[in-house]
């Protein structure tokens, strides 16, 4: 059974359960910190190592990011892969980076680098992986959501963040996905951490929107780590949406769950929209009554982000 995350992690400011949890918390990071020490680098210099991740638990546009930066390498004529460690319960990520090209997906990334390199590959895109200390990637870029941004600050399990914000003094990129919301605070608050961190933005862009009338009125949902920006994008683009459900990151939808949204629906007269993600994930259950949203990740000021990768060449 997935479980959502719990609510206090998104507040602005840790409150008592988050102090409460905080020892555990500080004793989580000596051990990760530790492991990191006793972590050897390997650096697979024969391949270029993108890596796409984060320090907030899900929900940061690491995939949308790794495909938009998949098709521009492409673009230029580079031979280029995924690679994602292989979990079960993301086969829906796994689908979608699959639909784009060859992705990589061994129970250890370092396996994956290895079948990469053997097929003569110029650069891999990691999605996910910040985290794994045993590779040294050539980029890193740290992802966040400009809606959940850093939730109430604090490390797992008293906030949402798996390493804390002093981590990025370490990394020069970081990528703000969303609609564009709180940039200028969110700026501000990154130059303080890190003077020197390069900042991109990107916002998420409709690619189907002739096939849905917004003279209608939409019950929207997904299971999705950032359901917010979801809805935001869809209100943004002039979609008239009564009621959205938010089920937790990566479920696995029943029957019943798609009944009860059916006939909601069908009670009030309206029309159904998910993600492209949630719409793999329900397979054989299938509506014609649903419909999804194709989207894809507009990188704001793109050539400031591209020259860097380009340069991993030099």
């Given at each position: 059974?997935?479980?959502?995350?719990?609510?206090?992690w998104?507040?602005?400011k840790?409150?008592?359960?988050?102090?409460?949890?905080?020892?555990?918390?500080?004793?989580?990071?000596?051990?990760?910190?530790?492991?990191?020490?006793?972590?050897?680098?390997e650096?697979?210099?024969?391949?270029?190592?993108i890596?796409?991740?984060?320090?907030?638990?899900?929900?940061?546009?690491?995939?949308?990011?790794?495909?938009?930066?998949?098709?521009?390498?492409?673009?230029?004529n580079?031979?280029?892969c995924?690679?994602?460690?292989?979990?079960?319960?993301?086969?829906?990520?796994?689908?979608?980076?699959?639909?784009?090209?060859?992705?990589?997906?061994?129970?250890?990334?370092?396996?994956?680098i290895?079948?990469?390199?053997?097929?003569?590959?110029?650069?891999?895109?990691?999605?996910?992986?910040?985290?794994?200390?045993s590779?040294?990637?050539?980029?890193?870029?740290?992802?966040?959501?400009?809606?959940?941004?850093?939730?109430?600050?604090?490390?797992?399990?008293?906030g949402?963040l798996?390493?804390s914000?002093?981590?990025?003094k370490k990394?020069?990129?970081?990528?703000i996905?969303?609609?564009?919301?709180?940039?200028?605070?969110?700026?501000?608050?990154?130059?303080?951490?890190?003077?020197?961190?390069?900042?991109?933005?990107?916002?998420?862009?409709p690619?189907?929107?002739?096939?849905?009338d917004?003279?209608?009125?939409?019950?929207?949902?997904?299971?999705?780590?950032?359901?917010?920006?979801?809805?935001?994008m869809?209100?943004?683009?002039?979609?008239?949406?009564?009621?959205d459900?938010e089920?937790?990151?990566?479920?696995?939808?029943?029957?019943?769950?798609?009944?009860?949204?059916i006939?909601i629906?069908?009670?009030?007269?309206h029309?159904i929209?998910?993600?492209?993600?949630?719409?793999?994930?329900l397979?054989?259950l299938?509506?014609?009554?649903?419909?999804f949203?194709?989207?894809?990740?507009?990188?704001?000021?793109?050539?400031?982000?591209?020259?860097?990768?380009?340069?991993?060449n030099?």
């Amino acid at each position: 059974m997935k479980l959502r995350k719990p609510k206090f992690w998104d507040y602005k400011k840790p409150n008592l359960i988050s102090y409460i949890l905080y020892p555990i918390a500080f004793i989580l990071q000596l051990i990760s910190l530790l492991i990191k020490k006793l972590k050897t680098k390997e650096n697979f210099n024969d391949l270029k190592k993108i890596c796409i991740g984060n320090i907030y638990l899900g929900g940061t546009g690491k995939t949308s990011l790794s495909l938009e930066i998949f098709n521009i390498l492409r673009k230029k004529n580079k031979k280029v892969c995924f690679v994602k460690k292989y979990h079960s319960n993301q086969f829906d990520e796994q689908k979608i980076l699959e639909n784009c090209g060859k992705l990589f997906k061994k129970k250890t990334r370092k396996t994956s680098i290895e079948a990469a390199i053997k097929e003569n590959y110029e650069f891999a895109i990691f999605d996910d992986g910040l985290q794994d200390f045993s590779i040294h990637y050539d980029l890193s870029i740290v992802c966040f959501n400009n809606i959940n941004w850093v939730g109430n600050g604090l490390t797992i399990p008293s906030g949402p963040l798996r390493e804390s914000l002093d981590c990025l003094k370490k990394y020069k990129h970081v990528f703000i996905n969303g609609n564009l919301e709180n940039s200028d605070t969110i700026e501000k608050e990154l130059l303080k951490i890190n003077p020197n961190i390069k900042i991109h933005f990107g916002e998420y862009i409709p690619l189907n929107l002739k096939e849905f009338d917004l003279k209608k009125k939409y019950i929207i949902f997904s299971g999705i780590g950032n359901h917010q920006t979801f809805l935001s994008m869809l209100k943004i683009n002039g979609f008239n949406v009564i009621k959205d459900i938010e089920f937790p990151d990566h479920y696995q939808y029943s029957q019943s769950d798609l009944n009860e949204i059916i006939h909601i629906s069908e009670k009030n007269d309206h029309e159904i929209i998910t993600t492209e993600k949630d719409f793999l994930r329900l397979e054989n259950l299938k509506s014609e009554k649903i419909n999804f949203i194709k989207s894809k990740l507009k990188i704001i000021n793109e050539e400031k982000l591209i020259d860097d990768i380009m340069n991993l060449n030099e």
